[in-house]
């Protein structure tokens, strides 16, 4: 039972992201700069981190760039988002297991939103072959900054309202003691 | 909720990201061809594309008090001669990169450094 409730819940958080990830495409960007975005998806992949660990956010975040992709049917865009997601889902996770004392989701979610623009950038010159696309690393680390904050709390949020409802579910813990009655 | 971590990360991200821009200013772009534009009283008066294959050049250029002199040697550029009685623009020596002038303020004269961007324009015709 445990071990299906851990495959919905998993399964829930990749559907919810493949939705934020849709929504999100649809929200026009202010910036002249591009791949930027708001990376709302980022918050299942957070949470995924944040209750399991490297491997379910691994799983989270692949799922959900596929699926994304073939929603929003630019499947040329996969290449970058997947390489940014596995990249920044790695470093998150290191980040998540190793400093859980000195940042909070807050910062792991900044963490998260740099190293995604960062590999971004370094796909697309790699695809380009001119590494003069580095100019526009600054401007998506900072606008990255400010969406990595909102990502971040709203995980924050998220996390422990879903925390308070597990425990009174039982979601984690003796639930097998009532199957076997 | 916001530890202290959070808020030395951010910060230390600003200051990174600000510290990438910088290097790209002065640096300028790796990229794109580079021009040497000499301007005379704001009026563009000789465009000259640099580069390792271009020519050593000497330019003559009319001022207000004469002439002065403009050297072009593979990718930078120099002020070789002078009217002006302070003769700061000769001392200023080389310059190569995109972005650098040298400027003679009594002949209102200017050499200016520029690269095409055609690193944007590639940019523009991708699609996400």
Redesign the interface.
Known sequence: MQKHRKKIFLSLLVSFGSVLHFIENMIPVPFPVPGAKLGLANIMSLIAIAFYGLKEGLMVTVIRSIIGALLSGSFSSLLYSMTGGILSTVVMAFAYKHFKNVFSLVGISLLGGVTHNFAQVTVASLILSTFGLYVYLPFLMIIGLFTGLFTGLAAYFVKQNLETTFIQLDFFGEEQSNETK | ???K??KV??FS??L???L??AG?QVYG????KTYVLIEVDGKLFQKISLGQTSPDLKITVPVKTGENVVEIEKDRVRMLFAQCPDEDCVRQGWISRPGQMIVCLPNKMVIKIQSDKS?KQ???E???
């Open positions: 909720m916001i530890t971590g959070d990360l951010f991200i600003i990174l990201s600000f990438i821009f790209f772009f790796a990229e794109g690193i590639d940019v523009d991708i699609v996400y």
